[in-house]
C-alpha cells in the first residue's frame, strides 16, 4: 500500500513518485477528495508536460479575484522541459496559500533534480511503486477488502490473485465488485463462484514443480502456461535452467559457503539455498537424462515436431520422474 | 594450367572443367568472328560441345568447391594470346584470369553470404543480373558460392534463371552435397563431385603455396583430415591452434555432471566470444558509416533523421544474425574437431591401420580406447552429430552442447 510520510493530503505540495498507475490515481484522489471536503468549489486543474510551458504554472498559482482553492495535479513530471522545471523549482520552496500542487513523478533518474528539489523543500511523498512480489499483491488485496470494512480467508485472496493476475487495477476493480456483491466473509467458495482459472502461469513455475518431482502439479501449470500464450522457448529455457542449477549444484562441495556458491555459478544466494531444497532426490544421471529430455523439447518446439505442447509435456514428466530416482 | 594450381587433387574434375572451358573459349571465338564476317544471326553452339550454362559443384568441406568454380571462371574469362596456338584457357596471368581471381572481373559475380540464410530478395538482384550481355564479350558468369543457404523460396526465384539463362550466361553454384540444393534446381544443372583431397596432397599444397614448414604442414594437414582452409588456418594463426588444444581436452573433464556443464559452458562461452570479437571489428564501423550515409551528425548521440529508423533497423537485424551464423560455425568447428577425436579412438579399438589424425593427444586416445567398447565411442559419436543437427535446428546452443556432454559422459 501506498506509504505516507506525512498524513495530510492538503499539504502545499505533495509528490507520488513509482510507476504504479492505480495507486497515482488514487494518491491524486486522496488530495481532490480531502480538497473538495474542504471548500466544495475546488477547481482542479490536471497538466501533462506538454500542456505545462513556462509561465503557465505562475498564470495557475497566481491569487483568484474569488479566492478559491484549487488543485494543480502535473502528470509525468519527469518529463517537464528544462525551462518549466526552473519555474517549478522555486514554486516547491515557496508556496501559495491555498494552492495545492501534486506531482506525478515516475522515479528512475529521468527528471531527478525535480524530485530532490521537491523532496529538499520537504513535501509530502506518497510512495506508488509497481508490485512484482506475489506477497504484495496478497498484501494488497487484503487490504482492499479491509478498507472496505469486509473480512476475507486468505486462500480467498490467493484464489482472486492467481485468477487475475498482476494488473492492479484488475486487482482492484474485482475486489470492490466481490465486496458490493457478496454478503459475510469472502471465502474461497465465494471468491470461486466468480473467478476460476490461472491468469498467469510462467515457465519458471512449471520448471520448480517439475524438478521437485510434483508431476500432476507441474503439467497443470504447464498446461495454464499454454493456454495464456507463454512462448514456448522460454518454458524450455525454463526448464533447461532449473535442471542446469541443480547439475551444478550437485557437484559442488558439500560444505561450500552459500556466498561462494552464488559468486560461482552467478546465482542470487535465495536461489542457491532453493536449489539445494530441490535437489534431493536427484541423481547425476536423472540430470543427464532431463537435460537431453529438455533438448529434445527445444527442438520440437523450435520445429522438430508437429506437437511441441508434446513434447513439453514429456520432457516436464522425465524430469518429474528423474527428480525422484533416489 | 596456372588456374587450377589451387585445386589440389582433384584430377578428373580439372580435365573436365578444362575441357569445357577449351569448347566454351571456341564458341566465343567463332561468334566474334562471325560478327566480324557481319553475317548475322546467331552462331549456334556445337552439339557435341563439353560446355554447359548451369554447373552444381558438390563436395565435402574443404575440397574446394568455391576454388574450383572460381577456378573455372576465370577459365571462361582467360584472354590470353596463346589460346589461339591451341593452349588451354586458364593461364592464370593474363586480365581475364587475374581479375577473375582477385575478385574484380566485371562480368564474375560472387555471392557468398555471412548471413544464415540467401533470402528472395537478393536473389531477384541476382536474376535481374543473369540477363545482362557480359560487358567483356565473353561469358556473364554468376558464382554462387552458398547454394546450400537458399531459402526455398530463394531457389524457386532461381529456377526460371537457371533454366534458361541469357546466352551467355553461366551459372556455378556450390553446395556440400546434391541433398543440400532443391530437387528442381539440381536436375537443372550439370554435376560435379570433388573428393576429399589426400593427406599428403593438402600438405604439399601448404608447403608449396603458404610456405609452411614441412613438419607442420604435415601434421595440420593430418589433423584436419584433408580440409585446406581449416589446415591452412590451424598452420598460420595461433589463437586456432589454441582452441583446438582446449576442445580436445574436453574429453578429459567430463567426469561428474559438474564438469560436463562446465565445459559445455566453456565451449559455448567460446564461441560467442569469437562472435562478439567479429562484431566488435565490423559492427560498429557499418553502422556509423550508415548513419553518415543517411545524414547523422558525427558521434553516436544526436538525432537520427527522420525516416531512417527501418534502415538502422535493418543494419542491426543483419548484425545479429551474422553474430548467429559466427557462433554457430565455430561451435561447429569444434564439435567437428571433437568427432574427429572420437574417431582416432574408434580407430585404435577396432585395431584399424588408420592413421591417428590427432597424434598429438595420442596417449589420451589411448587411455580412452581402454576404458570403453567400440558401442560407446561410436554412441558418442553420434551424440555429437546429433548436436550438430540440433544447433542447425535452433536449438539453444548451451543446451544442446549440455546434452551432448551428459551423452559423452554417460557413453
Not at chain 2, 91 to 116: I, R
Request: hydrophobic share 45%; glycine share 8%; with cysteine.
Amino acid at each position: 500500500m501506498a506509504k505516507k510520510t506525512s498524513d495530510d493530503p492538503l499539504a502545499p505540495v505533495t509528490i507520488a513518485v513509482g510507476q504504479e498507475g492505480l495507486l497515482l490515481d488514487r494518491a491524486v484522489a486522496d488530495v481532490v477528495t480531502a480538497a473538495r471536503a474542504a471548500d466544495a468549489d475546488t477547481d482542479v486543474r490536471e497538466l501533462t508536460p506538454d500542456t505545462l510551458a513556462p509561465g503557465t504554472l505562475a498564470e495557475l498559482v497566481s491569487p483568484s479575484l474569488f479566492a478559491e482553492r484549487k488543485v494543480v495535479v502535473v502528470r509525468d513530471a519527469q518529463d517537464l522541459s528544462a525551462d518549466t522545471v526552473k519555474d517549478v523549482k522555486p514554486y516547491l520552496a515557496a508556496p501559495v496559500e491555498g494552492i495545492t500542487l501534486v506531482l506525478l513523478h515516475a522515479g528512475g533518474a529521468k527528471g531527478k533534480a525535480l524530485l530532490d528539489a521537491a523532496r529538499k523543500s520537504g513535501s509530502r511523498e506518497v510512495a506508488c511503486p509497481k508490485m512484482t512480489k506475489p506477497a504484495d499483491r496478497l498484501a494488497f488485496v487484503r487490504a482492499e477488502f479491509r478498507t472496505a470494512g469486509r473480512s476475507v480467508t486468505s486462500e480467498a485472496c490467493q484464489t482472486l490473485v492467481d485468477a487475475i493476475g498482476s494488473d492492479l487495477r484488475e486487482l482492484a476493480c474485482a475486489c470492490a465488485q466481490l465486496a458490493a456483491d457478496v454478503d459475510g466473509t469472502i471465502d474461497e467458495a465465494v471468491v470461486a463462484r466468480y473467478y476460476t482459472g490461472r491468469a498467469e502461469a510462467t515457465g519458471f513455475e512449471v520448471a520448480d514443480l517439475a524438478v521437485t518431482g510434483r508431476a500432476t502439479e507441474a503439467l497443470e501449470r504447464l498446461r495454464w502456461a499454454l493456454a495464456v500464450g507463454q512462448p514456448l522457448p522460454g518454458i524450455t529455457f525454463a526448464l533447461a535452467s532449473g535442471v542446469r542449477a541443480i547439475g551444478k549444484l550437485a557437484t559442488a562441495p558439500r560444505g561450500a559457503r552459500t556466498g561462494d556458491l552464488a559468486r560461482e555459478f552467478g546465482m542470487p544466494p535465495w536461489k542457491i539455498d532453493r536449489v539445494r531444497q530441490q535437489m534431493r532426490g536427484w541423481t547425476g544421471d536423472g540430470v543427464a537424462v532431463a537435460l537431453r529430455a529438455v533438448a529434445e523439447a527445444d527442438a520440437a518446439v523450435k520445429g522438430a515436431s508437429a506437437d511441441p505442447a508434446y513434447a513439453l509435456e514429456k520432457a516436464v514428466v522425465i524430469i518429474a520422474r528423474v527428480a525422484q530416482s533416489r | 594450367m596456372a588456374v587450377w594450381d589451387d585445386l589440389v587433387g582433384q584430377g578428373p574434375v580439372v580435365e573436365q572443367l578444362s575441357a569445357a572451358a577449351r569448347d566454351a573459349d571456341a564458341f566465343v571465338t567463332a561468334a566474334a568472328a562471325a560478327h566480324a564476317e557481319e553475317s548475322v544471326g546467331h552462331a549456334s553452339r556445337a552439339a557435341a560441345s563439353k560446355m554447359t550454362h548451369a554447373w552444381l559443384f558438390t563436395g565435402p568441406p574443404g575440397s574446394g568447391r568455391s576454388t574450383a568454380a572460381r577456378a573455372f571462371a576465370a577459365a571462361l574469362q582467360c584472354v590470353n594470346p596463346d589460346r589461339t596456338l591451341g593452349a588451354t584457357p586458364g593461364c592464370g596471368f593474363c586480365d581475364g584470369c587475374h581479375t577473375t581471381l582477385v575478385g574484380t572481373h566485371a562480368d564474375v559475380e560472387v555471392v557468398a553470404t555471412d548471413q544464415l540464410s540467401i533470402g528472395v530478395k537478393d536473389t531477384r538482384d541476382l536474376v535481374r543480373r543473369s540477363s545482362l550481355s557480359p560487358s567483356g564479350g565473353r561469358w556473364q558468369v554468376i558464382v554462387l558460392e552458398d547454394a546450400d543457404r537458399l531459402t526455398e523460396g530463394a531457389g524457386n526465384v532461381l529456377l526460371k534463371a537457371v533454366e534458361e539463362p541469357a546466352p551467355r550466361t553461366v551459372w556455378l553454384l556450390c553446395a556440400p552435397s546434391l541433398e543440400d540444393v532443391l530437387p528442381t534446381i539440381r536436375s537443372r544443372c550439370r554435376h560435379l563431385n570433388l573428393r576429399t583431397p589426400p593427406v599428403e596432397a593438402v600438405a604439399d599444397v601448404l608447403v608449396r603455396r603458404d610456405g609452411i614448414e614441412p613438419e607442420l604442414a604435415a601434421a595440420v594437414a593430418r589433423a584436419t583430415q584433408g580440409h585446406i582452409g581449416r589446415a591452412r588456418r590451424l598452420a598460420t594463426d595461433e589463437r586456432a591452434r589454441s582452441r583446438r588444444a582446449t576442445v580436445l581436452r574436453l574429453p578429459l573433464q567430463l567426469g561428474d555432471i559438474g564438469g560436463c556443464l562446465r565445459a559445455a559452458q566453456s565451449l559455448v562461452d567460446s564461441a560467442t566470444e569469437d562472435a562478439k570479437q567479429v562484431a566488435e571489428e565490423s559492427d560498429a564501423k557499418e553502422t556509423e558509416e550508415l548513419r553518415a550515409a543517411l545524414g547523422a551528425a558525427p558521434g553516436g548521440s544526436s538525432r537520427m533523421p527522420r525516416g531512417t529508423a527501418g534502415a538502422m533497423k535493418d543494419l542491426a537485424d543483419r548484425q545479429k544474425r551474422r553474430a548467429t551464423r559466427t557462433q554457430r560455425d565455430t561451435l561447429d568447428l569444434a564439435l567437428v574437431d571433437l568427432a574427429g577425436f572420437y574417431r582416432d579412438v574408434l580407430a585404435v579399438q577396432l585395431g584399424t591401420s588408420a592413421p591417428v589424425a590427432n597424434a598429438e593427444v595420442r596417449d589420451v586416445i589411448d587411455r580412452l580406447a581402454s576404458s570403453c567398447r567400440p558401442e560407446n565411442t561410436l554412441r558418442r559419436i553420434e551424440a555429437i552429430l546429433a548436436c550438430r543437427e540440433a544447433l542447425a535446428s535452433n536449438v539453444a546452443p548451451l543446451l544442446a552442447v549440455e546434452a551432448m556432454t551428459m551423452a559423452l559422459r554417460g557413453g
